[in-house]
């Protein structure tokens, strides 16, 4: 089975950067897309941004582009998520999430088969 582990969130100040990592066992990285998705308090979980398994194509939230980079490193088995330039409505439960290649769904679906447990981004103002 697919197990996904989040690390690196935390508190930070407005303005700056963070880069959280996304560990997957279980299975080759290669023969999934991956996504980070994040749930703020109150609102719904939504697609931040979205990587295709050779790491050629990606996708990105309109209020994330330009300030995060998804990137990946299949022989680590691992995903990247860095965000620079943090604003106070970035904060929220950020979480890693795998669905396999085959489905047809689009880079920016929000449809995952596997998640992380999540981590809590904060960012102060």
């Known amino acids: 089975q697919v197990q996904l582990v989040e690390s690196g969130g935390g508190l930070v100040q407005a303005g700056g950067s963070l880069r959280l990592s996304c560990a997957l066992s279980?299975?080759?990285?290669?023969?999934?897309?991956m996504g980070w998705l994040r749930q703020a308090p109150g609102k719904e979980r939504a697609i931040v941004a979205a990587?295709?398994?050779?790491?050629?194509?990606?996708y990105y939230a309109d209020s994330v582009k330009g300030r995060a980079t998804i990137s990946r490193d299949n022989a680590k088995n691992t995903v990247y998520l860095q965000m620079n330039s943090l604003k106070p409505e970035d904060t929220a439960v950020y979480y890693c999430?795998?669905?396999?290649?085959?489905?047809?769904?689009?880079?920016?679906?929000?449809?995952?088969?596997?998640w992380g447990q999540g981590t809590q981004v904060t960012v102060s103002s």
């Open positions: 999430a795998a669905r396999g290649i085959v489905g047809g769904r689009l880079l920016g679906s929000p449809e995952y088969d596997y």
């Open positions: 279980g299975r080759t990285l290669s023969g999934y897309t």
């Open positions: 990587i295709n398994w050779s790491g050629v194509t990606t």
